[in-house]
Each structure stands twice: as structure tokens, then as C-alpha cells.
């Protein structure tokens, strides 16, 4: 499967912005999905899983409360919602898929480009 991450920009404190995932090669439903991203000199880190069937998901604590996380097998593609952005929230984002549970790691087999997102003070 390959992953194409986007919905990336620059965008003011308090705003918001989707990202998506879209999936081809394979169908999306066969695989758990992840929402990573990586700040300038720091590791990349793990914000937001969601299960095959989209019926669980996981939150960092950063930022639960104002990401949501979801899913649309039959569009191939994968939402990630952010609300009340903060400058701290500044990265590149990118999106992985494995055919096994989405644990909140990042032992993901398949790697999406990352789209940089800049959230302004």
C-alpha cells in the first residue's frame, strides 16, 4: 500500500486544520493507521491511532480534546481533525499503515510523505 499524506499549512493559534491520508495499491480497511509527527529537533512521536474498522482509536495526551482521528475505508482515506491549535503543535505530520493493530508505536511497515503543518502565536 502506498500512503499520501496532505491538509498541511500555516495557520494562526486557535485555528484549525484536516489532514488526510488516502491509500492506494491496496484497500485501506486492511490495514490500522497512524498520525505521527515530527518538531524540528526533536524525535518523531506518536499522536493518533485508529483501528482497521474504525472503531478505536488512540489519543497522545497532548492532544486529546482537540484532535479526532477517523476513518473512511470506502474513500481509502484517513482524517485527522485538529482543532485549537498551538504553536507547540508545529511539525511535519505523516501518516503509516500495518496490517496489524495500530499500537501507539511507530513499528509501522508503510510510510506516507509528511505534511508540515505551522501553527503561528
Known amino acids: 500500500v502506498q500512503l499520501q499524506a496532505s491538509g498541511g499549512g500555516l495557520v494562526q493559534a486557535g485555528g484549525s486544520l484536516r489532514l488526510s491520508c488516502v491509500a492506494s495499491?491496496?484497500?485501506?480497511?486492511?490495514?490500522?493507521i497512524g498520525w505521527f509527527r515530527q518538531a524540528p529537533g526533536k524525535e518523531r512521536e506518536v499522536v493518533s491511532t485508529?483501528?482497521?474498522?474504525?472503531?478505536?482509536?488512540y489519543y497522545t495526551d497532548s492532544v486529546k480534546g482537540r484532535f479526532t482521528i477517523s476513518r473512511d475505508n470506502a474513500k481509502n482515506t484517513v482524517y485527522l481533525q485538529m482543532d485549537s491549535l498551538k504553536p507547540e503543535d508545529t511539525a511535519v505530520y505523516y501518516c503509516?499503515?500495518?496490517?496489524?493493530?495500530?499500537?501507539?508505536?511507530?513499528?509501522?511497515?508503510?510510510w506516507g510523505q509528511g505534511t508540515l503543518v505551522t501553527v503561528s502565536s
Open positions: 495499491g491496496r484497500a485501506l480497511k486492511d490495514y490500522g
Open positions: 503509516a499503515g500495518k496490517r496489524m493493530y495500530p499500537s501507539p508505536t511507530l513499528k509501522y511497515n508503510y
Open positions: 485508529i483501528t482497521r474498522s474504525g472503531g478505536s482509536a
